[in-house]
Structures are given as C-alpha cells and as structure tokens.
C-alpha cells in the first residue's frame, strides 16, 4: 500500500531553477570550479561555514556574526540581509518567494 500523499507538501527545490536565480547574485559573487572572489566573497563551501570566515573584505558587522550558513540562515537572509546580519554591505532587497529561495539554495548546494 502507497503511504498517502500530503496534497500541501511543496515540491523538491529545482537546483536548475536556482540557476537561473543565482544570476542575480553572480553580478558580485562566483561559486563552482575557479571561484573566487569578486565584488562579493565566492559562495562555494557556503554551508556549514561560519559567517565573515573566508578571505574577504567583509563588513565588521560580518566578521562579528556568529552565524553558521545552513538552509535556515541562508534563507533569512535572502530574505532580508539586514535584519539578519545589521550593518552587513550585502546589497539585496531580500527574496520575498521561497520557492526562489529553495531552488537558490539547492543550486548552491552542489557546489558544497
């Protein structure tokens, strides 16, 4: 017998749809082979790494987070970097959709 199907669960994150997403983010950060650096830190590894951590001009504000990335901080801060990290110099209005966001972090996390 089939376990019965939740008519409310969301569909598996689409990393291909994150993709497209993370053209938005890749005008100042790089992630996958030969990242590095640019007008933003490169996002490979990004999960599990304590906020301010890589080599990177962060904000103090950054440097001082204690905040280690994962889905849960990830996603409040596309949603609103400043409430989550107060004086950081990420420029983003926030994502609002969180479809967006899922499919943004499962693209990211091919690049872990």
Request: net charge positive; proline share 7%.
């Amino acid at each position: 017998m089939l376990p019965a199907l939740n008519a409310n669960a969301a569909p598996a994150a689409d990393p291909k749809a994150g993709a497209a997403a993370f053209r938005v983010c890749a005008s100042c950060h790089q992630v996958g082979p030969g990242a590095r650096n640019a007008f933003g830190p490169h996002l490979n590894k990004l999960f599990g790494r304590r906020a301010g951590s890589t080599q990177y001009a962060y904000s103090a504000a950054m440097k001082k987070s204690p905040i280690v990335w994962n889905d849960k901080t990830l996603a409040a801060f596309l949603r609103d970097p400043d409430d989550v990290v107060p004086g950081t110099k990420m420029r983003l209005w926030g994502y609002s959709d969180e479809r967006k966001i899922a499919n943004l972090l499962a693209y990211l996390r091919q690049y872990q």
